[in-house]
């Protein structure tokens, strides 16, 4: 029997594994398992066991702290495997880095950023995934110039800056949605942040230093597409097949 991943179709063959690969000698048997993405509402996703061990192993070797920052304290288990089963569902990606802690450089972003973005965006596009960009008003050049070198130029670059008079929320529900506040029709499937600022309760943008990024952070509050896509989630819990839900992962 073969899954598919749209909910709404499920099929049965008659052929088995030899006619189908015929030369090409089948993936070593593996069970399948039920890996829950989400409680409330609940969402699972069979995966097997082989690949669920081989991303678990994964997520102990990046644990590793290095540095003594205590890094650890941060770490959720299955959190990659849950990342990556929503990519892996998902048709349409929106990629966003950016931490500008470096604010007297050119581009100040922190150096990680942009090496994460570039390999994850050149995994989606092998998958097939239809894959976009989120820029900060300060970083534009320097991503659209690390788009055209290193990604052929095959992913749009969006810029978020909300235009003056214009609410925060109100430019985030434009940009996420076709239909705007009445967030029926979202553009994405996926919102995904690598190393990006997200403000305090108080509205700030801090660094592990506590510096206070507001300054050049204001301009293009991207977090506020997480915020909305995030509310989305929760209040369409039940209308929407997961292909169609904005879920974010911070990876």
Known sequence: MAFTDDMESLFCIDSTIGKITGNVPPCQESKVQVVAIKEEPFIASLLSENALKGIRSLEFEIQEDVGKRGIEKLHIPDELVKAALVLSHS????????????????????????????????????????????????????????????LDDRIPVLEFKPEKGKGVKTAAEEFLFFDGANALNPKFDTLVAIEATSRTREGAYMTMKGRNLIDICKDSPVDELFIQGNSFFYTCEGRYPLKYLPMHSRY
């Not at 450089?105 to 894959?131: N, Q, R, S, T, W």
Request: aromatic fraction near 10%; include cysteine; charge should be positive.
């Open 91 to 150: 048709k349409t990606v929106a990629v966003h880095f950016g931490f500008p802690c470096n604010t007297n450089a050119k581009y100040p972003d922190e150096v990680d950023g942009p090496p994460g973005f570039l390999a994850i965006c050149k995994a989606l596009l092998a998958l097939g995934k239809m894959v976009s960009c989120i820029a900060s008003s300060y970083q534009v050049d320097l991503v659209r110039e690390l788009v055209i070198k290193f």
